[in-house]
């Protein structure tokens, strides 16, 4: 996190994990605010200043309006071992570095324990990413597809991306109907025609088809967006820093398009 004016921290926490994010973080931020359900109303949520290095007072109430509903929410889906949580890494890091960029935010829609946290943690502390990572994962059941669906319905940052298992399964299709557009990774046109009939049945747009050639030596684009983003991606392996392929920064070229649009 880089810092700024403003950190507003939103969900349900308890009072120790509030004090630890705030004391963690003071350093950077301008000003900590933490919202507060008790006070909120529909349409306007309400946050309280806890800390501040400016002209915020402690105890000033922030008003936040989330009556905007036109959040893009982008899922990157395909086959089964084709690199959508390496693609998905680099998205996120590529959003990050574009100051045009809407804000973004960046989850993993699988039940495998391989959040959007596992990347870094694993280079890092590999033996304490691969005790997460066993327990954190989970299985795929309608619960937790349900309970992804609500999490992914409810973030309301203008750009969120997740990534979903390489199955056209029910809890899949319970996932997915809660994005606005998708971008298909595949290796085989085969492949490509039975998750762009997927997306078909879930009223989803396809943003881009993307083919996954691990042993390719670079990417190719081969169309632009509008109407579609077409290209080969390489070597996509677990570990490898792939924010500045040709192909992802495309995509994000693509995403900006479209949130400013929006």
């Not at 996954?212 to 490898?240: C, F, N, T, V, W």
Request: proline letters at 5%.
């Amino acid at each position: 996190m880089k810092g700024g004016k403003l950190l507003k921290v939103h969900g349900r926490a308890s009072v120790l994990a509030g004090c630890v994010i705030a004391n963690r973080l003071a350093h950077l931020y301008g000003a900590i605010a933490v919202f507060d359900p008790k006070i909120g109303e529909p349409g306007l949520d309400k946050y309280v200043i806890v800390i501040s290095h400016n002209s915020d007072q402690v105890g000033d109430i922030l008003e936040i309006s989330t009556e905007v509903k036109s959040n893009l929410k982008i899922v990157l889906c395909g086959s089964p071992n084709t690199g959508k949580t390496v693609m998905r890494e680099g998205l996120k890091t590529a959003l990050l570095q574009r100051r045009e960029a809407p804000s973004s935010y960046v989850i993993s829609g699988c039940p495998d324990g391989d959040g959007s946290w596992y990347s870094e943690t694993a280079q890092k502390y590999p033996e304490l990413a691969k005790e997460l990572k066993a327990k954190y994962k989970d299985s795929f059941t309608p619960e937790f597809a349900e309970s992804k669906a609500q999490a992914i319905e409810s973030i309301q940052n203008p750009l969120l991306v997740f990534d979903v298992g390489g199955e056209k399964s029910p809890e899949n299709e319970i996932i997915m109907s809660k994005a606005t557009h998708a971008v298909i990774l595949a290796k085989t046109e085969a492949e490509v025609k039975e998750w762009q009939e997927f997306c078909q049945k879930l009223n989803l747009p396809v943003l881009a088809i993307l083919y996954s050639d691990l042993k390719a030596k670079a990417d190719q684009i081969q169309s632009q967006y509008p109407p579609l983003l077409e290209g080969i991606i390489h070597h996509l392996e677990r570990g490898e820093d792939v924010s500045n392929r040709p192909t992802i920064h495309a995509l994000v070229d693509v995403l900006i398009q479209l949130s400013s649009a929006n």
